[in-house]
């Protein structure tokens, strides 16, 4: 029988990971190279759950309050599978944490330099006070977009009737970019200077979801604040088939000295929800 393990790693207060102990000789446990990590670590899993969590109307009615707890695996290939609830708090709550989970994209763990498959935990809370402030801070409880259906698998699409339009009046998403964007303070003492190539997905609720510096990215804080800045922009998004679908996105934001940017000479940049 599968043995529990207590957890080792606390998440940014949001969420836990344990290992399970497996008798599949093709399923590791503790000796890993690295653990199975969201794209962007723990600061993009709190803005995900922030921007994406919905919580079940009767539950929030009820203030059914607790934590979800989801068993899966995380594949070699970045992807979650034989996911069960090891621990429940409503069936509407479990349904809404498999939800959030089948949307994340991880890196995988490696062992011997390989990716491999590892079984993993992820803990979500639900908490109604800081739900109530995450619908203030984004603008919506319940999805924005229901005119036409949603796609109810998890695809993620890169071709569409209508790609996703960004949702400013007042800017285009290039301005909207380069006008939001701090160089970071270590990069302009350094002089670093280079192009972050950046991937996302545009959700059906038109927030975005899985933002990947591709190829490396560059150092000097350029990296963290390339997918701050992306995290900020909001979609109208794609449709496919007449329905709201997944939409992958990529971008190159460009760090130059010699461009405008906001004054940060006081380092006083920081990190999304900090």
């Not at 990716?115 to 006070?129: G, K, Q, R, T, Y």
Request: aromatic share 12%.
């Amino acid at each position: 029988m599968a043995k529990f393990f207590k957890p080792l790693l606390a998440f940014c207060l949001l969420s836990t990971f344990v290992f399970k102990a497996q008798t599949d000789k093709n399923l590791y446990q503790f000796n890993v190279d690295n653990f199975p990590e969201v794209y962007g670590g723990k600061v993009e899993l709190k803005r995900f759950l922030h921007d994406h969590l919905v919580y079940p109307t009767d539950d929030f009615k009820n203030k059914k309050e607790g934590t979800v707890q989801l068993n899966f695996v995380v594949t070699k290939d970045g992807k979650t599978t034989n996911v069960t609830v090891f621990k429940s708090l409503t069936s509407a709550t479990d349904k809404e944490a498999v939800r959030l989970l089948s949307l994340l994209d991880w890196i995988p763990s490696r062992k011997e330099g390989t990716p491999a498959d590892v079984n993993f935990n992820l803990e979500i809370p639900f908490s109604i006070s800081k739900y109530k402030k995450q619908v203030k801070e984004r603008g919506f409880d319940t999805p924005l977009y229901i005119d036409i259906p949603t796609d109810s698998s998890t695809n993620v699409y890169e071709t569409a009737e209508r790609s996703p339009l960004f949702n400013n009046p007042d800017k285009t998403f290039t301005e909207f970019v380069y006008s939001t964007l701090e160089y970071p303070e270590i990069a302009s003492r350094q002089n670093i200077e280079g192009k972050v190539q950046l991937s996302f997905v545009v959700e059906p609720d038109g927030m975005v979801s899985n933002i990947k510096v591709l190829n490396g990215g560059i150092t000097g804080g350029c990296n963290a604040e390339a997918i701050r800045v992306i995290s900020l922009t909001k979609w109208q998004p794609a449709i496919r088939d007449g329905k709201y679908v997944r939409y992958r996105m990529s971008f190159t934001m460009n760090f130059s000295l010699k461009n405008s940017f906001k004054d940060n000479s006081n380092g006083n940049q920081r990190a999304w929800g900090q």
